[in-house]
């Protein structure tokens, strides 16, 4: 790490760039660290810290927060030694303002019971803040698919769907799914398959989840939806006057420094379009070690060396951080968090020197850290609206599941055919003929891609073009100004509805 010429926190001190407050933060015991508040307390508290910016009653807030309803299953899967192993899932309904409820279903050892009610709390915010109309939901198996066979991942996933479905936890208008941390394309077909099985007599049975192959009623682009996001997300906010004001950026993409941790789905496509754009990646870690160069990663390179050797360590060119978490004190423009919650927190947030922090991850990062670094004059742009990417497509592939056809399949020949009458039109008015190329590129119509990557796009200048105003409105940070707007989103919802809050 000498090698990266990092500031120290001691550095920091000296000249002034850490508050009084947070000098002795060198300090910090490892108690302290652990006693932070776990991820359900932490939405509460980013919650409550918005919801007084609203003149809403306690109890309208209180009936907003909580979670509504929550399953705990489990079920016996028989391993490799002919032993059973019983598998614990859960599946959390967060808010029924809307229907259904949306949210991913992640494999992983740590997912517990508050876990998925932190997430499926934070989805209902998400959709709100993006106007996608679902309520939040989320859910868990808590396993580490590693040590899983895919025949045995097979049979976890169906017997999981299957409790879904007894217990009504699963329907495309009642809870649909997607994939997260530690589940795909081909879970999410799994899902699908034992939800039809079950449900031979709805026509709709195709919309029960989302994130499925396109063999499976998918939809493109969904893939790289939450990457694509981030990377539009963080594109609106360096056009914004007081943002490059206040971080010292230039307005674009192109030349900027970034750090990202994580390099799952996430992680690895909002590297892709960064570098596209002419960022410099120049660091990446991962759960077992990150590499830096200061010229920047090339991110396809260093996907295919990972894929290959399992680690980012000794990829060629770039200097080792065997302490992954490290990376996340590199000196940078743009920090991109795309792993686990809680990640920035008391123990490192002195040490945290990107001038702005995109959070493509849920809930990476602390109350305490989180108020230490606004005091800093960081930028921070929150989940719940940067990482919206994800939803927002699985919006699309619902809506073309329940209209059962693909979309641009309807209108993309009327297009062509339009752009070609006019084109010739005005060849003929000017006396001058265009390239095959250059007629190629003008009459084309929007195939389901375009419409797909057109719609995110619009979906989030719009969500960060409110979060900016209602920020500058009540004088606050963006995750505030975020959750401010979905609070009164959702509140309008119920108002409509007649659902009278007494």
């Known amino acids: 790490m000498q090698s990266l010429a990092r500031l120290s926190r001691t550095t920091l001190v000296q000249k002034g760039l850490v508050p009084q407050a947070i000098k002795n933060y060198s300090s910090v015991s490892q108690a302290e660290i652990d006693n932070e508040p776990r991820f359900l307390e932490c939405f509460k508290t980013f919650f409550d810290k918005a919801a007084g910016l609203t003149n809403l009653k306690p109890g309208v807030l209180n009936n907003m927060k ?18 059973v192993d019983i598998i614990a899932g859960y599946r959390a309904q967060h808010s029924h303002h809307r229907l259904p409820c949306k949210g991913g279903i992640r494999f ?15 989805m209902t915010y998400k959709c709100a803040v993006v106007d996608v109309p679902f309520g939040g939901a989320k859910g868990g198996v808590r396993i580490d698919p590693k040590k899983y066979t895919v025949a045995q991942r097979e049979k976890i996933t169906r017997a999981y769907t299957l409790l879904l479905c007894q217990k009504n936890f699963i329907g495309p208008g009642v809870d649909v799914p997607a994939p997260d941390m530690g589940t795909g394309e081909q879970e999410m077909a799994w899902i699908r398959d034992t939800y039809q099985a079950f449900n031979t007599n709805d026509v709709d049975s195709m919309a029960c989840v989302t994130g499925k192959p396109i063999s499976s009623g998918g939809i493109r682009g969904r893939t790289e939806a939450t990457g694509l996001g981030v990377f539009y997300g963080i594109r609106e906010f360096l056009s914004y006057e007081e943002v490059l004001k206040k971080t010292g950026l230039t307005p674009g993409i192109k030349g900027k420094s970034i750090v990202i941790q994580g390099f799952g789905n996430v992680g690895y496509f909002a590297a892709k379009f960064f570098e596209q754009a002419g960022a410099k990646v120049i660091a990446v870690a991962e759960h077992n070690g990150a590499v830096y160069n200061a010229d920047g990663l090339n991110i396809d390179a260093l996907n295919k060396y990972k894929l290959q050797h399992g680690t980012f360590i000794d990829f060629p060119g770039a200097t080792n951080i065997v302490d992954s978490v490290k990376a996340l004190e590199i000196p940078c423009d743009i920090l991109i968090p795309a792993a686990l919650e809680k990640q920035i927190h008391i123990g490192n947030v002195a040490d945290i020197q990107a001038k702005l922090i995109g959070e493509a991850a849920n809930g990476p990062m602390t109350p305490r850290a989180d108020q230490i670094l606004l005091d800093r004059g960081h930028v921070i742009i929150p989940d719940l609206l940067l990482n919206a990417g994800g939803v927002t497509v699985s919006y699309f592939e619902w809506l073309k599941n329940l209209s059962h056809v693909r979309f641009g399949r309807l209108n993309k020949k009327w297009e062509e055919s339009s752009k070609k009458l006019l084109l010739e039109f005005v060849e003929s008015t000017v006396n001058k003929k265009l390239s095959e190329a250059e007629r190629s590129l003008i009459i084309h119509g929007a195939d389901e891609i375009d419409i797909v990557r057109s719609g995110l796009e ?15 409105e009540k004088n606050t940070d963006y995750r505030s100004a975020a959750l401010y707007n979905a609070i009164m989103k959702i509140k309008a919802v119920y108002e409509s509805s007649g659902n009278v809050f007494s």
Do not use: W, Y
């Open 458 to 472: 619009d979906t989030m200048q719009n969500a960060c073009a409110e979060t900016r105003k209602t920020a500058n």
């Open 66 to 83: 909580e979670c509504n309803v929550a399953l705990r299953v489990e079920f016996p899967i028989k391993n490799e030694h002919g032993d």
């Open 108 to 122: 992983s050892e740590e997912v517990d019971l508050q876990e998925v009610m932190a997430l499926a709390s934070l």
